[in-house]
């Protein structure tokens, strides 16, 4: 079940919005060896980072959601990246 935070009425771009929210919630905390409970990378981890930077942005002028939602869509190539983090050779 994803938590999603009520959205406030200052959001200028929502899907933006929506989608960093998401994120935050799979990224959500570090677990015992300070490392992502979803990714498994150092915490902060930078899909968490960046969706942290798309939620400031989806309330800010226009340009920043629109170069947000960029850099938040080339997050979705790294599915096969962390697939690999997984992989034992």
Known sequence: ???VVAQSAEIIDPLLWR???HIIDRHSR???NDQCVWCGLQWPCAPRRLA???AAASSRPWREPWTARNDLNDLRALPRWREDL???D
């Open 1 to 3: 079940m994803v938590s």
């Open 19 to 21: 989608d960093a929210q």
């Open 30 to 32: 570090p677990d015992d």
């Open 52 to 54: 942290d930077t798309a």
């Open 86 to 88: 997984h992989r034992i």
